[in-house]
C-alpha cells in the first residue's frame, strides 16, 4: 500500500507540474513595400510594369503568411510608400489605401506608411527601441536596379524615380539594429549586382539580392525571370 501511494504521488506531481514556457519570438521583421507605376506611362511600352497594382502588395502578404506560419507570433511591420498608392488609387478610381490598411487588421502586422526615404530609414533605426528589440528580418518588394530601391519608380516621371534608397546611403542604416542571423533580401531586378555588398559592408549583416531581373507573381513570390538570373549575398 506504501509503494501505490507513492507512486500514486509522484504521478499526481508529474500531473500537476507546470507546462515548459514558450518563448516570445525575438525581435521585429521588416517588410517594406515600395510602390507601383502609373499606366498612363507604361501603356505604350512594350514590356509594361505593374499591369496590376498589387504587385508589391500581394507578394508581401505572401511573405507574411510564409513568416507567421513559421513562427507564430512573431511581430511583422510593413513600411509601405504612400505616394505612389494614393495616385495610383486616382488612377483606378478606387481606394487602394483602405485595401492595404485591411491586411493591417486581416494578419495583425502594424502598418506604417512612409513618404520619403529618410522615414524609412528612421523607422529602420529607432521605430522601436533597438537595444531591446532587434531587427530580426528585412525585406524589400518594388522596383529596383542594382544601385538602388527605387519606391516611386515610372509613379511621378515615366521610366524614374523620385525617391529612394542608393547604396551610397547604406551607412545611414545603423549598425547593431539587426540580429547576427537576420535575414534581409531584396525581391526587386538586380540588387544583387551591387547593392547586395554594399549593404553587407555598410550594415554588417548580408543582404540576398537577385542577379538579373525578376518577375512578380499573383499567387507566388517573385522569381527570377533572366536566363543567367541567381539570388546572391
Avoid at 508529474?14 to 521588416?30: I, K, R
Avoid at 526615404?117 to 521605430?127: F, H, K, P, R
Avoid at 518588394?141 to 511621378?156: E, I, M, P, R, V
Avoid at 540576398?208 to 539570388?231: D, F, H, N
Wanted: hydrophobic letters at 40%.
Amino acid at each position: 500500500m506504501r509503494n501505490f501511494l507513492l507512486l500514486l504521488v509522484a504521478c499526481l506531481g508529474v500531473l500537476a507540474a507546470p507546462s515548459p514556457a514558450v518563448a516570445a519570438p525575438a525581435g521585429e521583421y521588416v517588410i517594406v513595400v515600395g510602390g507601383v507605376s502609373l499606366w498612363m506611362w507604361e501603356k505604350f511600352k512594350d514590356a509594361p510594369h505593374d499591369n496590376w497594382w498589387m504587385n508589391f502588395v500581394r507578394a508581401a502578404r505572401i511573405r507574411t503568411e510564409e513568416i507567421q506560419a513559421k513562427t507564430p507570433g512573431q511581430p511583422v511591420t510593413w513600411l509601405v510608400y504612400r505616394p505612389a498608392y494614393v495616385s495610383r488609387s486616382k488612377q483606378d478610381g478606387r481606394d487602394l489605401l483602405a485595401l492595404i490598411d485591411s491586411v493591417r487588421e486581416a494578419f495583425g502586422i502594424r502598418l506604417v506608411y512612409f513618404d520619403r526615404a529618410q522615414q524609412m530609414v528612421s523607422y529602420l533605426n529607432s521605430g522601436q527601441p533597438r537595444e531591446r528589440v532587434k531587427l530580426v528580418g528585412l525585406e524589400y518588394f518594388g522596383h529596383s536596379n542594382k544601385a538602388c530601391w527605387l519606391f516611386d519608380y515610372s509613379n511621378h516621371i515615366d521610366s524614374a524615380s523620385k525617391v529612394w534608397l542608393h547604396e551610397t546611403e547604406l551607412s545611414c542604416i545603423q549598425r547593431g539594429i539587426f540580429t547576427a542571423d537576420a535575414h534581409v533580401k531584396s525581391w526587386g531586378c538586380h540588387t544583387g549586382e551591387s547593392m547586395s555588398k554594399l549593404f553587407r559592408s555598410a550594415v554588417g549583416v548580408p543582404m540576398i539580392g537577385a542577379v538579373g531581373k525578376t518577375q512578380y507573381q499573383t499567387e507566388e513570390l517573385p522569381m527570377l525571370s533572366s536566363a543567367r538570373g541567381r539570388w546572391t549575398r
